[in-house]
């Protein structure tokens, strides 16, 4: 029980607001992308500033409360909040200074990925974020953030020149290479163990029109497609980045399409792409020249807010015929139509980057092997859930015992070890040193997990 006089206390420190289960928006603040998560916080503080921040970490300090922290609340393990505790929401803090001249972008942690780019493209700039745009830059960022333009210019946390962060004893902190360089090199892919990032600096890069969109063959076509795929992304240069995908068409027919992003002179890229598209025959072509912003936005249909999701991902180097066959197979009589298997590609830039550089250790050409199972009805959950691990566990053999942090869902705490690889011990000595009570625990926690 909160005390009124603390609850006002609270509230007169604040410049933004504080929603309590009998207000208005409470449900629908409490609701997040992945509609598995029912949770229900004892209150949500909605802040406008970095001093909102800090006045929540010390009343969750006086009241001994669970705090959640929520940028974009598009991850799916639903971290984002916490069952009666305090639910700190970022997701007004929508500030977004661009400085063309210098290419650097003050962005502060409400912002989504369409924010972000929105306001970077007006200037005909970018950084790297995801591929589905109303995620969370946040999130995103604080684990590593693999997108469209990973190849040429690395992950969104290379990108970072700081971030402003208030940590577990209130203060807030500049994390650069010059200040706290332990903390800024924890934070770029273990962020969310370490505090309350308030806003990021990126670098940006001058970005579009590009070469996007995706083609797709008949699922039957997969054991013959993807080989050649598999080879044509090995010898791709930098400037293409390619994901590859399982799903059904809208004629409810099973697929295997491979989606594209050439960030380059386009007349280059439409040649590049040639062999590709001229692959067997193609049930679908939309490959074309394209706004970045449009490019961006390329994934969203398929990710409708509100639908429930179970998540399964690790990564994978080579794409064997083993597992092209169980990809196959298991596509065939996946329970659910909106389900998609996706091999997103991480090369070039993202992957030269040295794996002890940032916390994000998994610094290879490779694919990040995501199985992203999605429904509607929560009398489904227990099939879907069950085809998902399924396919997770017959795709063992071919797959690396690491995974990206921001794939892992909420039932994988034993994940979380191979979520850091090499990098976890020293990841759980910066959390000691700034976070020694783990304070800051509603998260794929490394101080929990380290046995
Ligand atoms: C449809 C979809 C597509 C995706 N595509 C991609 C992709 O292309 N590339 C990619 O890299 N990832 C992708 N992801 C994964 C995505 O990176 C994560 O879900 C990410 O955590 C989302 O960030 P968020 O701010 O929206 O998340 P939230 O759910 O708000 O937060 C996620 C975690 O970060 C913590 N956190 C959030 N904000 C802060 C903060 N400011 N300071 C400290 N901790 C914080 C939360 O407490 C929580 O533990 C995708 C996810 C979805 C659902």
Same mark, same amino acid.
């Given at each position: 029980m909160i005390k009124q006089c603390a609850l006002d206390d609270f509230r007169s420190k604040l410049r933004g607001d504080i929603l309590l289960?009998?207000? &208005?928006d409470y449900d629908a603040t409490r609701r997040i992308f992945n509609a598995m998560i029912d949770r229900r916080p004892a209150l949500i503080a909605r802040c406008a500033s970095a001093a909102d921040v800090v006045a929540c970490i010390g009343f969750k300090r006086a009241e001994a409360l669970e705090i959640s922290v929520r940028g974009g609340g598009h991850n799916v393990s639903g971290k984002a909040v916490c069952d009666g505790g305090l639910m700190i929401d970022l997701?007004?803090?929508k500030g977004c200074r661009v400085d063309p001249l210098r290419r650097r972008v003050r962005a502060? &942690?409400?912002?989504?990925l369409a924010d972000l780019d929105r306001d970077c493209q007006a200037f005909g700039l970018a950084t790297p974020t995801g591929i589905?745009?109303?995620?969370?830059?946040a999130g995103l960022t604080l684990g590593g953030g693999i997108g469209w333009l990973g190849g040429k210019h690395g992950l969104s946390c290379d990108n970072l020149e700081s971030v402003d962060i208030v940590t577990a004893d209130g203060r807030l902190l500049v994390a650069a290479p010059t200040e706290h360089p332990d903390l800024f090199w924890a934070v770029r892919g273990g962020g969310a163990n370490l505090g309350v990032v308030t806003s990021f600096e990126y670098r940006l890069h001058e970005v579009g029109p590009v070469v996007g969109g995706g083609i797709a063959w008949p699922l039957a076509r997969a054991k013959h497609v993807l080989p050649f795929y598999d080879e044509f992304a090995r010898a791709c240069p930098d400037e293409l980045s390619l994901n590859a995908g399982f799903f059904t068409a809208e004629d409810g027919t099973k697929v295997v399409g491979v989606k594209v992003a050439w960030i380059g002179p386009l007349d280059v890229g439409e040649r590049l792409l040639k062999p590709l598209r001229s692959l067997d025959s193609p049930v679908a072509d939309g490959i074309a020249p394209m706004g970045f912003v449009d490019l961006q936005r390329g994934g969203d249909g398929a990710f409708p807010r509100g639908r429930r999701h179970y998540w399964k991902a690790s990564f994978l180097r080579r794409l064997e015929q083993g597992a092209i066959d169980v990809l196959v197979e298991f596509t065939a009589t996946c329970p659910s139509p909106y389900t998609q298997v996706g091999l997103q590609q991480m090369h070039g830039q993202a992957a030269r980057v040295s794996p002890t550089e940032t916390a994000f250790a998994h610094r290879h050409d490779q694919w990040d092997c995501l199985i992203l199972t999605q429904w509607d009805d929560s009398a489904d959950d227990e099939r879907n859930i069950r085809w998902t691990r399924e396919l997770h566990a017959a795709l063992r053999p071919w797959v690396e015992d690491a995974v990206y942090v921001n794939n892992l869902g909420d039932d994988e705490a034993d994940r979380v070890r191979s979520a850091y690889g090499a990098n976890f011990d020293r990841l759980v000595a910066v959390k000691a040193k700034y976070d020694p009570d783990n304070f800051?625990?509603? $998260?794929? $926690?490394v101080a929990e997990h380290r046995i």
């Open positions: 289960p009998q207000d &208005a997701s007004r803090m502060e &942690a409400g912002l989504t589905v745009s109303p995620t969370g830059i800051f625990r509603g $998260n794929q $926690n």
